[in-house]
């Protein structure tokens, strides 16, 4: 009887790709995940298989289905995925807009502070609820912005 498996290679490539969306090093994802850089290069070139609780804690940090994951799949016609995407495209062009009258210098710092931001909260474990109840998006995209330079 063959043994089952699934395809490690794509399953690395979407993992590194959500790595590098996010902006974190290799070093920086094995750390929060507590193994090996080594260990987890090896998952995200295909080289190795991993147990079910390292793909837990890999879909937890990527904020990604095991569904994606596993067989790069998401149930786009859920109401709940399709409202996530309206959302996703909300925010994103509340962040475009911000970014669009600023300097080339400005958004660099931007991405930055947004890097150290998603990582923070990762480390703490911060929720998007929390995150909802603090600022609300609608008052990101309302402020008047004035210039760095």
């Known amino acids: 009887m063959q043994k089952d498996t ?3 290679k794509a399953v690395g490539n979407r993992i590194r790709e ?12 094995a750390e929060k995940l507590g193994k090996v850089p080594t260990y987890y290069a090896d998952i995200e070139r295909g080289n190795c298989g991993m147990s079910v609780e ?8 990527y904020h990604m289905s095991l ?22 495209s909300e925010e994103t062009e509340s962040v475009y807009q911000l970014l669009t009258h600023v300097s080339k210098k400005e958004r660099i710092y931007a991405a930055k502070v947004l890097r150290t931001f998603l990582i ?10 929390e995150l909802e109840e603090t600022i609300p998006v609608e008052a990101i995209g309302n402020k008047d912005h004035e210039r760095m330079d």
Do not use: P, V, W
């Not at 569904?67 to 996703?88: C, V």
């Open 6 to 8: 699934y395809d490690r």
């Open 54 to 61: 390292t793909m837990l804690a890999i879909s937890h940090l």
């Open 67 to 88: 569904d994606y994951l596993i067989f790069g799949k998401e149930d786009t016609n859920s109401e709940k995925a399709m409202e996530a995407s309206r959302i996703y």
């Open 120 to 129: 923070a909260c990762n480390d703490i474990g911060t929720e998007e609820r």
């Open 18 to 29: 959500n790595r590098r969306q996010l902006g974190i090093t290799m070093k920086e994802a």
